[in-house]
Each structure stands twice: as C-alpha cells, then as structure tokens.
C-alpha cells in the first residue's frame, strides 16, 4: 500500500509539472505577442510614411513592408546574447529594452543599453542604403549653433531643429546649459562606430554630438568618470531631445554622454508601455492614445498577428 501511494505521488507530481510548464509556456507566448503587437504600433506611429504595411508569412515570421516594397524582419527568433544583438539586430531585439524617461545620476547597470541595438535593415529602408543615398535626403538646417546636415525623412531634421530652437531658448536663461551644448561635435558623417565594422547612426545623418568631453563615452574613460558626468548633465537639455523623439547616449552602460539619436519608436514605447506590464485583465495597447489612425492600426495588427 506504502509503495502505491509513492507511485501515485510520483504520477501526480510529474502530471502537475506538466501542467504547470505548460501554463508557464502560454503566459511566456501571451507576453510576446503582445510585446510583438505593441512593437509593431509604435513603429507604425512614428514612421507613417515609411512603413507601408505589415505581413506574416506561412512560417510565423513577421515583415514590415516598406515605402519602396523591400521587407524587414521583425524578428528572427534567434536565441542571441546581448552582444550578438547589437552585430546582429532585428527590430523584436531594437525595441526589447524599455528606454528609462527619468533623469539618471550615474552610469547604467551592465547589459542595459536602450536604444543602442540598431536594425540596419530598417535604417537603410527609411534613411538611405548608402552614403549617396544618404546624402540625397540631407537638408541644412540653419539653427542658433550653426548649421545642421540632418536627414529629412520621417521629421528627423525637423525634429533637430525643435530641439535645438528649445534647447538655445533654455541656455540663454543658463549658461551652464550652453556651456553642455556648444560647440556641438557634428552630425552627418559616414563612419563605422570604432572597432566595431556598424554603421554609426551619424552615417544616416539621424544623430547629434553636442559639446565634447574626456569623459563621455565609455572607450575614453572609466565608469566613475563616465557616472560623475552624468551626474551633473543638464536634466533640462536631455528631457528638451527626448520630447523631440531622441534618445540619449548617456542612458547606456556603453555610455556616449554627448549623443543623441532620433529614435522616436524607442522613445513613444517607453512613454506607452514603459510601465505598463502585460496582465490578462488589459488590452495590449492599453498606454497608448486612442484615437482614429491608432484604432485602424490596431485593428490591422490584430487581424495580421491573430491569424
Ligand atoms: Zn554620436
């Protein structure tokens, strides 16, 4: 009887640790879809004139369709670490880290990097898929610190130029701003990021240096200098770039004090979703504002991720 009820336990238990596991397997495939979805709205928000449409195909694999028909892989459901994300990116691993909207006052944790992974596939689809491609979507903007090469599309030039006129307005009420600011280091400038073959965002003109120190990026100094820095950089002018769709290189554990990168996706998922965990009891958009455009995106995506 003894020897019964021990192999009855046994039969319950592994029956339980099934069940379990499956349960645990379906809240894991709940999370992702909506995160999918939730990827998918913003990119579709903040570049309505690039991305066309989207499309699964026969595999599950996910494409936005471009303006000029080229595809790009959402995800391609690789098992990558952190490093093999930021060589090999797909959009799913761009948007994985919830970009922080607060001010820091020191460098980031290991591993946390916002905004840094890059898909050059969509990159190259909105802003050019090489330098003379590039350079037809350059325009100058004329601004308080000089004049600016910025690409025009998806409102990256207009948008530095906003950020600009608001952050000139903040310095000549405090000249610590301006002293942050100018000389500004450079925009445009097609040029791999060093020791690392990519393309840095500066190449497709979507990308600011402001004023340089010795201690703004993480290959030209320690981590104390790099968080001390950080620590007295005006809150005003980061939160001016943010509200303009720009995220902000001191916000990386690969620190990069002095940049910032039009990515309005990044910036809006963190607004939207940022603290805004997936539970059964809510929409997946539920963050975001609802209105026309955003009730017939929704519905596409439903209709096209659901399938
Ligand atoms: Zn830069």
Redesign the pocket.
Do not use: Q, T, V, Y
């Given at each position: 009887m003894k020897r019964l009820a021990k192999v009855l336990f046994i039969v319950m238990s592994f029956l339980l640790s099934i069940e379990s596991s499956i349960f645990a397997y379906e809240e894991n495939v709940d999370d992702y879809i909506c995160n999918t979805k939730r990827d998918l709205l913003v990119l579709m928000l903040t570049y309505p004139e690039c991305i066309k449409d989207i499309e699964k195909d026969e595999e599950g694999f996910i494409y936005l369709i471009m303006q000029n028909n080229n595809k790009v892989l959402y995800d391609d459901k690789k098992e990558k670490s952190h490093e093999q994300k930021f060589y090999n990116s797909d959009l799913q691993d761009t948007l994985e880290q919830i970009y922080p909207l607060d001010m820091i006052t020191d460098v980031m944790e290991e591993g946390k990097d916002p905004g840094r992974i890059r898909s050059y596939s969509f990159l190259s689809n909105v802003y050019g898929g090489s330098k003379e491609a590039v350079q037809k979507n350059i325009i100058n903007k004329n601004t308080y610190y000089g004049t600016m090469m910025f690409n025009k599309i998806n409102g990256a030039a207009d948008n530095l130029e906003k950020a600009l006129n608001k952050v000139s307005e903040l310095a000549k009420q405090n000249t610590k701003i301006y002293n942050f600011v100018s000389p500004t280091?450079?925009t445009f400038n097609y040029r791999v990021i060093k020791d690392t073959g990519q393309l840095?965002?500066?190449a497709f003109a979507i990308?600011?240096?402001l004023k340089s120190d010795p201690a703004d990026y993480w290959k030209w100094c320690n981590r104390e200098k790099g968080g001390n820095r950080i620590s007295i950089y005006p809150e005003e002018i980061v939160k001016t770039f943010e509200e303009c769709g720009f995220v902000w290189?001191g916000k990386w554990a690969h620190f990069?004090i002095?940049?910032?990168?039009y990515r309005p996706e990044i910036i809006l998922k963190a607004k939207c979703f940022g603290n805004n965990e997936v539970t059964e009891n809510k929409e997946w958009y539920e963050g975001c504002e609802i209105n026309q455009d955003t009730e017939a995106l929704i519905q596409k995506i439903n209709s096209i991720i659901d399938k």
């Open positions: 280091s450079g840095s965002p500066h990308a600011i240096d290189g990069d002095l940049h910032f990168e």
